[in-house]
DNA sequence: GAGGCTATGGCACCTTGCTGCCAGAGGCAC
DNA sequence: GTGCCTCTGGCAGCAAGGTGCCATAGCCTC
């Protein structure tokens, strides 16, 4: 086998992948934009993950797929079988598969189908050179350690802060004092007061410091 | 010339770099583990960067950079010559250079040298297949986003905080009133305010909801 | 309309946090 | 020893935060 090679079309990158899965398939570790970047993956991973549990995955996703409803269903059916699944602070508008640290496929650059509906033939990019294949992986480990858990993420730990709540928080880091928080905010100083004791029971916060620690470490200020 | 390519030692590491720096050479975007792993890569890129100042150099490492003092002085002084530098979270064990988006190097996997003061032949692998070149890419683009700017990293914007003032720390963060916290860490309640303050001070914030906030910011609250 | 629910604001009262002032303790130099 | 400096703790007074209580306003249902 080659150790670089182009394929053309989702039946060939299956053809390439499935043997080295069936074979080495010891770990499988992805970077996608979408659950639809790489086919039958999601598909795959499940078997494997049913066959022997103990086989590795791990799942790099675009924030996009937080977006919709169904995709966050079928991120939390994957992390309950086990698969490893992280949310980018970033899009990753290239895919990239790396099967047991040793063989990697890329999807190669978005093209636009012949017809609008009809099957859209990507070509993919499959390389066994170890150089490329170690220096992509490094590159990868840097972008999964900073990203984001999916169980992080998940409604439980992800307090809601509604729109009302975040210019609460924001004039609670603005360092302000209620008197003039209050006033900024059009609200009297016994309704922002209620507003901020709600916002303490929301972070579970027993203290303003500790609530602003909360803020802080969940990302609440940004953005 | 070979889409894909190795390459023995620095010379010819060097030989290959030079003409696509000259040529094409816009952008510069290089991930590594430290200073030593592109070799003459510093001394040109400011090379580039006094010639035509727009071109654009980015440099992502490893944060073992920042436990010499000396390694963070020549950071400080690549930043001030324009180059972007970002500190990752996470080491990153290959180095990967990429030029004007359409040629990347890689170092081989570690090997230790013939003798250990002798010169170290080490082996790159260069490559300039769009696929792969842009894929590897996407993932640097992940990696970049996430990492901290060295900026943020400097000794003005990241406070001191000594041992006594990090039990404060974790006493504000637990939640406790001033009372209990001065009787946990054995100090009177006027003392312990005193340190409270000083924090306040270091942390240049105004209400004690800010400084909490801060310290969550700046990951000040684990470790 | 009456009745009920919810959100808001004013008031009062208490707790907590913040800081200026001063007294004492400990260390160091002379 | 004296003088000086720094750190600490107690006290006092004020500012700020926290919350229970109640009146009012808006809205929905019947």
């Known amino acids: ?6 394929l ?4 060939e990158l299956h053809a390439r992948i499935k043997p080295l899965v069936e074979l080495y398939g010891a770990e499988w570790v992805s970077a996608a934009r979408d659950l639809d970047t790489w086919p039958n993956a999601r ?3 499940r078997l494997r993950i049913r ?4 086989r590795q995955a791990r799942k790099l996703y675009s924030p996009a797929v937080l977006a919709d409803e169904r995709d966050r269903q079928v991120l939390r059916e994957m992390a309950a079988q086990g698969i490893q699944v992280r949310i980018s602070a970033t899009p990753l508008p290239q895919g990239t598969v790396f099967i047991d640290r040793r063989t990697m496929f890329l999807t ?3 093209t636009a189908p012949s017809s609008p509906h009809g099957p859209r033939h990507r070509t993919y990019t499959m390389s066994a050179e170890p150089a490329l294949v170690s220096g992509a992986y490094a590159l990868f480990e840097a972008a999964w350690e900073t990203a984001t858990d999916l169980a992080a993420l ?3 730990a992800r307090p809601r802060i509604d729109a009302q709540a975040r ?3 924001y004039a609670l880091g603005s360092g302000m004092t209620d008197v003039a928080a209050a006033r900024e905010l059009g609200m009297s100083l016994r309704t922002y007061r209620r507003r901020v004791a709600e916002l303490l029971v929301t972070l579970g916060a027993d203290s303003r410091f500790q609530a602003g620690m909360r803020a802080g470490e969940l990302g609440l200020t940004r953005r």
Do not use: C, F, I, N
């Open 1 to 6: 086998m080659p150790q670089h090679m182009a």
């Open 8 to 11: 053309k079309g989702d039946l």
């Open 43 to 45: 598909a795959s991973a």
């Open 51 to 54: 066959r022997d549990g103990a």
């Open 108 to 110: 190669g650059p978005e």
């Open 154 to 156: 998940s409604d439980a």
């Open 167 to 169: 210019e609460v928080l």
